[in-house]
């Protein structure tokens, strides 16, 4: 069961600030995305952080000797050690989007999930950046795109609860609508 995210967000805020303090936000961000990552794909090692009788301490090892394999750096090998000793190592992914989002604030920086029938072009995808920067007031759009074979063509952004559609559905869709009023 996943921890309520009032739970977790002074964990994120914790090493958020320590990061920033540092100047390693971004490193910082890509390490623990590599533990998340990992704890992903391994379901043994997910349902290991999980097991409420597991001790602390054992959770505590188990999460330092993979932080040693994965290289990461003190400030989140210690950080993860803290995680799981305080039985959060389940909520990793979680406390690392909240660290995530925190960082691209600071940054000025927005991430667009963006789905399309085929894949951008990459001038398809800068217009996109630009246009979706200027709308947002970002400095920088992050485009996360992901083919959806139910699409006719063009594409569906969503910047958090903003949606950008510029499909071929959502057009017909409009016509339709306009269509029904006359």
Not at 43 to 54: I, Y
Not at 76 to 92: E, P, S, T, W
Request: proline letters at 3%.
């Amino acid at each position: 069961m996943k921890a309520p995210q009032a739970a977790i967000k002074p964990y994120a805020r914790a090493l958020h600030e320590l990061a920033r303090e540092r100047q390693q936000t971004d490193a910082v961000a890509r390490e623990l995305q590599a533990m998340v990552d990992l704890l992903q794909q391994d379901a043994e090692l997910r349902d290991f952080f999980s097991r409420p009788w597991v001790s602390a301490a054992a959770k505590r090892e188990a999460s330092m000797a993979i932080a040693a394999r994965l290289e990461l750096s003190p400030l989140v090998r210690d950080f993860i050690g803290l995680v799981a000793r305080a039985g959060r190592a389940q909520d990793l992914d979680a406390i690392a989007e909240i660290f995530r989002k925190m960082v691209d604030a600071d940054l000025g920086r927005v991430r667009a999930q963006v789905r399309t029938r085929v894949p951008l072009t990459e001038g398809e995808r800068d217009a996109l950046r630009a246009r979706l920067a200027s709308v947002t007031g970002a400095r920088e759009v992050i485009v996360e795109e992901r083919t959806d074979g139910t699409l006719l063509g063009g594409f569906v952004a969503e910047i958090g609860t903003y949606v950008v559609d510029g499909s071929l559905d959502g057009q017909l869709a409009r016509i339709g609508e306009r269509l029904k009023q006359v």
